[in-house]
DNA sequence: ACTATTATTATGTGCATGCTTAATAGTATT
DNA sequence: AATACTATTAAGCATGCACATAATAATAGT
């Protein structure tokens, strides 16, 4: 009886799902399991990783081996340059600036980046365009004492975001999406109405804790994130 | 020089961010890597699995390993039971059903089963509250004919969305975020105003293929989901 | 009864070795 | 000369063993 680590992966995945297993129930350890599989310990201790990365099951040393508890969605999103995810889509890209400027940022952006008090940031709102319509608005914050490059880069002719993301790696990035209804502004440039609901990502990033930025991207009525998980 | 496999990560991931390895830039094979290290090619590769994982390089057998072209921004979300979302967050959780019948279902949710067309399905309101106020606005349809039990099951006590989590487990999930106006109907049920921006989660879940659910959980005004990638 | 130590047990890590895959070079055939 | 097949080989991938580590349980000492 041969099996890859990948086959005993699906064949507990199928017996969490079967309800063979219920959720909290222990699973036999690693060394009775390979014995069934009739492969090596280590084989099921790669299945057994995987499930622990898709949240199937938890696993502690001396502890063992338990289904979750309380099954969950965990799901994954990419987010790519906004320039790629239009010109991916089939669509043209076009982009403008639309103001930049220093300026002393609101508190709520501060504390975003867990700044005791605000601090001058550079603000740039920006729009993207796919095939001439509007497509996300762009209001970013970016601590120029962190990168004082961008400074120096002409933000009309190349977007912040895909500046910053191919000169300024981050180590950490806190995602947040909700949703809002569009201002006066926000509506104007994104040929929306006032009051549309919009679905909004914050994305708030640092480089081993010194602050890089915060961008609000704003997407045009109608746009959807989707995913499939496993 | 001995590394353990997440050093070995963590430093390449440095070289990444640091720009000592650039976007595209084809990295040494895992044997010299290991010799670098001083360490046998499997703990490389076990590093490398990692970064795979987090979107930090692509591996090809035969080309080699390279730095993602095209950086992305990788989240993940855990999407857990309301009840247990409401209760975590230390309030008292409350459920009623809306309402509930069996009837034709649109063809939009026929087509995001990927039904040809639109069939009998159990149709699910309800309600789930947190500290009495309205939390989150359930619409849900269910695949009957796939799981037959729900049509026994007294919706008034127990939510579908827990029923199904708990006794009808599903192999594949698709999640849709999007932005839209409350409806007169959705914002009487969510005190809130009609053409609020509320926040939607739309999942529909299969087993083998087969259909289960399909629900558009509407959360009240101001919810965000909030993610750390790394 | 409490605390410190030791034993046990289950998972985690590192290393050696052999397997699988895909790009390419080489060869034969049209 | 162009195509199609085959062999080579350079990567990553998978498996198994031995040992390390952490968490709990058992025991001994105060």
């Known amino acids: 009886m041969s099996n890859s680590w990948s086959e005993i992966r699906d064949e507990i995945k199928r017996r969490v799902l079967e309800r063979e297993l219920l959720p909290g129930a222990k699973l036999p350890n690693d060394q009775e399991l390979a014995e069934e599989f009739g492969c090596a310990r280590t084989t099921v201790q790669r299945a057994m990783q995987d499930l622990v990365h898709s949240g199937t099951v938890n696993r502690r040393r001396k502890g063992g081996t338990t289904v979750t508890l309380h099954p969950i969605t965990r799901t994954t999103f990419d987010i790519p340059i906004t320039r790629l995810e239009i010109q991916t889509a089939g669509k043209e890209y076009g982009y403008f600036l639309v103001s930049r400027e220093i300026r002393v940022s609101p508190t709520h952006v501060a504390s975003s980046f867990g700044l005791a008090k605000p601090m ?98 704003i997407a045009a009525p109608g746009y959807q994130l989707v995913t499939k998980a496993s």
Do not use: Q
């Not at 300024?168 to 502004?185: G, I, Q, W």
């Open 120 to 217: 001058e940031m550079l603000h740039v709102v920006a729009l993207h365009l796919a095939d001439k319509k509007p497509y996300i608005y762009e209001d970013r914050w970016i601590v120029h004492s962190t990168t004082p490059e961008i400074l120096d880069i002409d933000l009309s002719r190349e977007s912040a975001n895909e500046w910053l993301i191919r000169n300024r790696p981050y180590s950490d990035c806190e995602v947040r999406f909700l949703a809002k209804n569009a201002t006066h502004h926000e509506a104007e440039l994104l040929s929306a109405d006032p009051g549309d609901a919009v679905f909004v990502m914050e994305r708030t990033t640092w480089i081993n804790k010194a602050p890089i930025t915060m961008v609000r991207a």
